[in-house]
C-alpha cells in the first residue's frame, strides 16, 4: 500500500524550526511494515502544492496532522486532498484530533480519526486496511459510520517501552536537509529535534500534556537516545540536538547516563533542553554543560507566588531565583518562557515578574504570550465550567481564544505591553528595546512572521 503522510500547513508561510517529527516517527511504522511511504512537510509548501505532491505518489492511504492552532489548514488541506484524490483512505490524528474527533468527522470527509498516541494504532490501521478487515477492531480509532456518525472503538494503552518505536524517517521527505529548517536559535545548525520521552509528571493548569500523553513520564533508555544522537551525527549531518521532552530532566540517574554518552561519542555535539527549575542541581548542571548543553528552557511564567500558585506550576519565586543562579554559574545559557493573563492576573503580578527579571537575567525570554484557552487543559475545563465557553466554539470559530474572564483583550494586551517593556528596560541598552519593538510587531501581524530568521539571534 502507498501511505502519505503529511503535517499541518501553517496559517502564515514562514520556515519552519524543525521537520515535523510526529509523522516521520508513523512514516518509520508504515515503512517498516513494507509501505511505500512518503511524507510532506507542509510547513514549507502551501496546499496547492501539497496536493499536487500527494496526486503525483497518487496514494492509497492518507494521514493528516491537525492541531488546534491553525486547524482550519487541517479541514482545508483534507477538502482539497479528498477532491483530487477520492479514492485515498483519508485518516486524521494530532492533540485537536484526540480531544474533538467527531469535529474531525463534521468539518473534514476523513474515514478515521486516530486518538492520541498514534505508533501502534496506525501499524494495526494499515494492517486491516490491507487485509480488509473490520475496522471496529482497532483500538484508538473514531470512525466514520455510513448516517456520519462516530464510533468509537475503545482506548488503547500507552505504549510502555518507547525504545521499541523506530528512529524518524526523515528520508521520507522529499530531498530532505536538517539545515532546510531555522533550528535552534543557541544551537549550530543543523539542529536535529529529538524525543527521549513522553509525558510529564507535572499537571499545569494551561498545558494539555497529560491529556495527550496520559498522566505519567515514560522515557527512552540512555542507551537507545544515544544510539540515535550517534546516528544524527554520522549519518544526517547533525552538529546540535534539540530535546522536545516536556520535562528533560525528570530521571536524573537516566540524564547522566546521557550525557555520559554524549560525552564518549567525541562528536562535540552541542545541545539544549526543557525543565522545570525544581528538577535540576549543581551536579547534574556540571556534566549537563561538560557533555554539550548550551542552553535549558524553564517554564518562569510568573515572579508573582500567586500566580504560581494559581497555575499548579509547583514552584515559587524563590525556586526560580536559586536554579538561574545555579545555571548561570554553570556557564549554561538559562531561558524563561512567560505568560500574561492566568487567573489573579494584575499590574501587581506584573511588577512582580519584571522586578524578578531583573534577577534572574535569562540569556532571553519566550514569548510573555497572552493565555489561550486551549482545550484539553484544566483551565479551558474551568473556562467551560464557568460557562464562558463550550466545545461547539472550536466549530464556529477558526481562532484560539485568549482567556478574558478576568480582563478584556485591550487590558491583557496593555500588561502585556507593560511587561515585555519593564523586561527590556531591565536589560538596558538599545537591543532589548530593539527586541521588545519586533516581538510586538510579530504578534500584532503575524503574517510578517516569514523574516523572523532574518532578525540576529541576540534581538529574538
Same mark, same amino acid.
Given at each position: ?265 567525541? !562528536?562535540? +555535539? @552541542? ?5 522545570? %527549575?525544581?528538577? *535540576?542541581? /549543581?551536579?547534574?548542571?556540571? $556534566? ?41 554559574? !554553570?556557564? +549554561? @545559557? ?5 505568560? %500574561?493573563?492566568? *487567573?489573579? /492576573?494584575?499590574?501587581?503580578? $506584573? ?110
Amino acid at each position: 500500500m502507498k501511505v502519505l503522510l503529511i503535517s499541518q500547513p501553517n496559517t502564515y508561510t514562514q520556515k519552519p524550526d524543525f521537520p515535523p517529527i510526529g509523522i516521520a516517527y508513523l512514516g518509520a511504522i508504515a515503512t517498516g511494515e513494507g509501505h511505500e511511504t512518503m511524507l510532506i512537510d507542509s510547513g514549507l509548501s502551501n496546499i496547492s502544492e501539497v496536493v499536487k505532491m500527494a496526486r503525483r505518489f497518487a496514494p492509497d492511504f492518507i494521514g493528516v496532522t491537525c492541531w488546534t492552532i491553525g486547524r482550519k489548514m487541517a479541514w482545508q488541506l483534507c477538502a482539497s486532498l479528498k477532491k483530487e484524490l477520492p479514492k485515498a483512505f483519508l485518516s486524521v490524528g494530532g492533540p485537536h484530533a484526540t480531544i474533538f474527533p467527531e469535529h474531525i468527522l463534521i468539518k473534514t470527509h476523513a474515514s478515521a480519526v486516530v486518538i492520541g498516541e498514534g505508533e501502534e494504532t496506525f501499524k494495526e490501521l494499515l494492517k486491516v486496511l490491507c487485509a480488509k478487515g473490520d475496522l471496529k477492531s482497532v483500538k484508538g480509532l473514531v470512525l466514520r459510520k455510513k448516517d456520519d456518525t462516530a464510533y468509537f472503538t475503545g482506548s488503547r494503552s500507552y505504549i510502555e517501552d518507547l525504545d521499541l518505536i523506530p528512529r524518524p524517517f526523515y528520508k521520507g521527505f522529499e530531498s530532505f536537509k536538517f539545515s532546510d529548517y531555522c533550528g535552534f536559535a543557541s544551537l549550530p545548525r543543523p539542529t536535529a529535534p529529538v524525543i527521549s520521552s513522553r509525558g510529564c509528571v507535572f499537571n499545569c493548569t494551561y498545558c494539555g500534556s497529560v491529556k495527550f500523553w496520559g498522566n505519567r513520564w515514560r522515557y527512552r533508555s540512555a542507551k537507545n537516545v544515544i544510539q540515535e544522537i550517534e546516528w544524527l551525527v554520522s549519518n544526517m549531518g547533525a552538529r546540535s540536538i534539540f530535546f522536545f521532552d516536556d520535562n528533560f530532566t525528570v530521571n536524573k540517574k537516566r540524564l547522566v547516563d546521557i550525557c555520559e554518552g554524549i560525552i564518549s561519542l567525541r !562528536s562535540n +555535539i @552541542k545541545w539544549a533542553c526543557c525543565s522545570h %527549575v525544581k528538577m *535540576v542541581d /549543581e551536579k547534574l548542571l556540571d $556534566i549537563m554543560k561538560r557533555s554539550g548543553c548550551v542552553s535549558i528552557d524553564f517554564g518562569v511564567e510568573s515572579g508573582s507566588d500567586k500566580i504560581l500558585q494559581n497555575i499548579n506550576k509547583k514552584q515559587t519565586r524563590a525556586d526560580i531565583e536559586k536554579t538561574f543562579a545555579l545555571v548561570h554559574a !554553570s556557564g +549554561i @545559557k538559562p531561558r524563561a518562557y512567560l505568560m %500574561v493573563g492566568n *487567573v489573579g /492576573e494584575d499590574e501587581t503580578s $506584573i511588577n512582580q515578574t519584571i522586578e524578578m527579571f531583573g534577577n534572574i537575567k535569562p540569556s532571553s525570554s519566550i514569548g510573555a504570550t497572552l493565555l489561550w484557552l486551549l482545550p484539553g487543559t484544566a483551565v479551558y475545563d474551568q473556562a467551560v465550567k464557568n460557562g464562558y465557553i463550550n466545545d461547539d466554539f472550536w466549530l464556529r470559530s477558526e481562532g484560539v481564544p485568549y482567556n478574558l474572564q478576568e480582563h478584556s483583550n485591550k487590558e491583557l494586551w496593555r500588561l502585556r505591553n507593560r511587561l515585555m517593556s519593564g523586561i527590556a528596560r531591565k536589560k538596558g541598552g538599545i537591543s532589548p528595546m530593539i527586541s521588545c519593538y519586533f516581538r510586538n510587531i510579530y504578534y500584532n501581524y503575524p503574517f510578517l512572521s516569514f523574516l523572523r530568521p532574518l532578525i540576529p539571534e541576540k534581538l529574538r
